[in-house]
């Protein structure tokens, strides 16, 4: 076990998992990262962590989009508020957190965003203990990769990696982190952003945090971008039938109806990519694009997806949203369809 590994540490807070949120959700994102199989699924879909089998790596956490993995002792999203702003920063194991596979791209993002640069160390993972088969690793460079893939397209400096090997060894190592650890549980407290009850990542208030503050460097241009944590979506007018149910099963609240459910509206900042909206959505009316605007993400606006006018159906007198001159709602429309022969045998008798 690596002398920075916090095994036994990690904690699971499995009713945040999206597997409990919506049955046909078939997210593994952790299970299949985790280097030990020390989570498993049990019957009931719930996601649990065996903490003999686990060696600390954090992998979980940095891949987990809700957040269902939490290490008590280093809050990635504390750290990277604290990190302050226009420094040059080195991210290592050995010197000032814990392994760097505790971050997702939104913390990679934030960083490059809050920072004039920004510089992953990464000289220990090949000899790390807890990389096995470099799963660790890789997973850590795409978040980078990722992140640098939305740096560039708001024209900020990518973060680099570095591998050389320094002369820091592993034992000052455990001592530089338990040091900067407890630093840290010393220092400001940002409790005042992160609402308890709020179900969005903290990871996503910190990413918004960071828009803002950079809000005036970056280019007013769309980002044309497809990314794994975020999504940007549009509904079809002629399909959606605007049965609620993508808005019922959103774990973020990114989809809302207005006050009289005529609308749909969408917040970007809110979604994490989960893909439940286009599980549920019976017609398929629901759809991701990739066109990011940076002003309505950093300041959550909502967008509107879709506007329907409602009209009462001649046959069933219930209202409907109609998409055109129809008289009659969709269900007495397919109704009529489906028994059309009985009716032509009773005009013709
Ligand atoms: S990564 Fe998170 S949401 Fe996905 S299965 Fe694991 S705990 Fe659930
Ligand atoms: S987009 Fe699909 S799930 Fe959402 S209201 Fe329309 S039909 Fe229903
Ligand atoms: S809008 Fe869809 S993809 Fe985005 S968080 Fe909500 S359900 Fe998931």
Redesign the pocket.
């Known amino acids: 076990m690596s002398l920075l590994s916090p095994a036994n540490a990690i904690k699971i807070e499995s009713l945040r998992?999206?597997?409990i949120e919506h049955v046909s959700n078939e997210?593994?994102?952790?299970?299949d990262l985790c280097p030990t199989e020390a989570i498993g699924l049990s019957t009931s879909r719930r996601?649990s962590l065996d903490s003999t089998k686990c060696v600390g790596c954090m992998a979980c956490i940095g891949?987990?989009?809700?957040e269902?993995?939490v290490y008590p002792d280093f809050d990635p999203a504390v750290f990277v508020l604290q990190t302050g702003i226009k420094k040059d920063i080195t991210l290592s194991c050995k010197n000032n957190n814990a392994c760097l596979g505790i971050f997702n791209s939104e913390y990679f993002i934030s960083l490059g965003l809050r920072h004039d640069s920004v510089n992953c160390d990464m000289s220990l993972c090949s000899e790390c203990d807890m990389n096995l088969s470099g799963k660790i690793s890789v997973t850590i460079e795409e978040h980078i990769n990722e992140a640098n893939r939305f740096l560039q397209a708001v024209d900020k400096p990518s973060i680099a990696i570095s591998k050389e090997q320094n002369k820091l060894s592993r034992r000052e190592a455990l001592f530089s982190f338990v040091k900067d650890v407890n630093t840290l549980r010393n220092e400001e407290s940002f409790d005042e952003l992160f609402d308890p009850k709020e179900s969005l990542p903290k990871s996503r208030t910190v990413f918004q945090n960071s828009l803002k503050l950079a809000i005036e460097e970056l280019p007013p241009k769309p980002i044309l971008e497809k990314f794994s944590f975020i999504s940007h979506k549009q509904i079809d007018f002629i399909s959606c039938d605007n049965c609620g149910d993508c808005i019922q099963f959103c774990p973020t609240k990114a989809l809302q109806y207005n006050s009289d459910k005529t609308k749909i509206l969408f917040q970007p900042l809110r979604c994490i990519a989960c893909g439940i909206c286009d599980d549920v959505c019976k017609p398929k009316a629901i759809s991701s694009d990739s066109v990011f605007d940076v002003v309505t993400l950093a300041f959550n606006r909502a967008e509107l997806l879709i506007e329907h006018h409602f009209e009462v159906c001649s046959e069933c007198r219930v209202s409907f949203p109609q998409k055109g001159n129809e008289t009659i709602c969709a269900r007495c429309e397919s109704f009529v369809q489906d028994h059309s022969d009985l009716f032509g045998l009773a005009r013709d008798m």
């Open positions: 998992c999206l597997r997210c593994s994102k952790c299970i996601i891949v987990c989009p809700t269902t993995f």
